[in-house]
């Protein structure tokens, strides 16, 4: 089975190929395509994954292109995980949201906004060259805003593109520790958008643990959402949220902790990864043995220990504790959708798909991210709770940016990128919304599509 990975360079490569090393089963990935516009950075990060490989029974093949068409023709799955405008672009999505007053965070947001705006082009014409040269594969999205960007990519893939994202395993593989019970024995009743979600229910042998977590201040606090969000405001929810939800239920306080900090999240990784990327760049393969995953790997750790610090900060959380460092194995979450996709082994994961009715607030065809059970037809979404009552404007809000964002990188209009940014309940003025789409129009030439 081939697997291509758009975005090859990125640091998070490795992840996805250690998850292929551990994966021995029928059916398993043995040729792994990389594609990316740096020719420097796949040579390095192919450097990476020799050193994983090194001792492993017959690893994965790699090879690395910088030719987008040869990288889909053959494919039978397209895991995409591109980021336009590089870091460098996060770090300024940040800073000239951080200089009116509002929140810049990647996918949540201004930042999130000018990013979507200059990811949905690129991704869409991505989606039309799968479909045109490799019509039967199956594109697996981690690009973010990985909600938004799916649902722009069901125009030309239909129900082929399948979104993914890490924070709700994460999220009940914390909860399930906290109650002592073993992570793949639960089942998680999880509702909401990428980055926008609740947890309604932890199931283990029919019963829901949820009520009992809630009301045991002791395990409620343990993890990192109970630290993150404190036992009231979660007792006073009745569910407990995706991380993300921190930038809404904290804005304040998420504001001004990122203004004060020395640097944005977007700034210290593009500085952190340049230092990796700038050290094994003068010889990647005359390194010492094991020396481009030594560094890799160190910098991987910084960046888990370091994983939202501002918003830890903003709740005097202090440092992350060792037990919350594991991420929540996105990864894991790519392998095993390809398995069940496949080889027909079926299987439940929480994904970002078309609604089909699964939210009845939004329509068929939005994006939401919630349990579903896999199989060879794909990924269908699963009957469960609906979403929270304080959470439903929430979500309709945000998917109307979202439908925004999308129609304004579609067609051009510069009218539809401003109304995302003005309705968007973190923004709070039409005149710093214009001003917004003014500055990121000037720092980013991918956004000269939406004329001046």
């Known amino acids: 089975m081939r697997l291509t990975i758009l975005g090859g360079g990125g640091f998070r490569v490795p992840l996805v190929y250690r998850a292929l090393l551990g994966d021995r089963g029928a059916g ?36 690395v292109t910088t030719d987008l068409d040869e990288a889909v023709t053959g494919a039978d799955f397209v895991f995409s995980a591109i980021r336009v405008g590089g870091l460098a672009g996060r770090a300024a999505d940040e800073r000239i949201a951080l200089e009116e007053g509002v929140l810049g965070q990647e996918t949540v947001g201004a930042g999130g906004i000018s990013f979507g705006l200059r990811t949905v082009p690129v991704a869409v014409a991505i989606a039309r060259r799968v ?25 030309h893939l239909g129900d082929r593109v399948i979104g993914i994202c890490d924070s709700p395993v994460g999220l009940g593989r914390r909860v399930a520790g906290a109650l002592g019970v073993e992570p793949a024995r639960v089942r998680l009743d999880y509702v909401g958008l990428n980055h926008l979600g609740w947890l309604r229910g932890l ?29 009231d405001l979660l ?19 998420s504001v001004r902790s990122a203004r004060a900090a020395e640097q944005t999240r977007g700034a210290f990784l593009h500085s952190q990864q340049q230092r990796f990327y700038d050290a094994l760049a003068p010889s990647p393969g005359h390194t010492a ?97 609906a979403l929270p009552d304080h959470g439903t404007g929430l979500v309709c809000s945000v998917k109307a940016v979202e439908r925004a964002v999308i129609h304004a990188a579609t067609a051009g209009e510069r009218d539809h990128a401003v109304r995302a940014l003005t309705i968007h309940p973190l923004i709070d003025s039409y005149a710093v919304a214009r001003r917004l789409l003014d500055a990121y129009q000037r720092h980013f030439p991918e956004l000269a599509y939406l004329g001046g």
């Not at 929810?237 to 904290?250: D, I, K, S, V």
């Open 203 to 231: 199931y283990a042998e029919g019963r829901d643990l949820l009520p009992s977590l809630l009301a045991d201040e002791s395990a409620l606090t343990s993890f990192e959402e109970g630290k993150l969000f404190g036992a």
């Open 28 to 63: 398993r990935v043995t040729d792994v395509t990389l594609y990316d516009l740096d020719a420097s950075r796949l040579a390095i990060i192919r450097k990476v994954l020799a050193d994983q490989a090194a001792g492993h029974p017959d690893p994965p093949t790699v090879t």
């Open 131 to 155: 479909a045109a040269l490799a019509p039967d594969a199956w594109v697996i999205n981690f690009t973010n805003p990985a909600g938004l960007v799916t649902e722009a990519m069901t125009a």
């Open 289 to 385: 043995p094991r020396a481009a995953w030594n560094a890799w790997d160190a910098t991987r750790l910084e960046r888990e220990t370091t994983y939202m610090a501002e918003n830890r900060e903003a709740v005097g959380m202090g440092e992350r504790d060792s037990c919350d460092l594991e991420s929540g194995g996105y990864e894991q979450v790519a392998l095993a959708l390809m398995r069940a996709i496949a080889l027909d082994e079926r299987a439940t994961l929480i994904l970002n798909v078309r609604n089909r009715g699964r939210i009845p607030v939004l329509d068929d065809d939005a994006v939401i991210e919630v349990p579903c059970h896999v199989d060879a037809n794909g990924a269908h979404p699963i009957a469960g709770a």
């Open 235 to 253: 007792r006073t929810l009745g569910a407990l949220p995706n991380e993300y939800l921190h930038y809404y239920y904290f804005s304040r306080e």
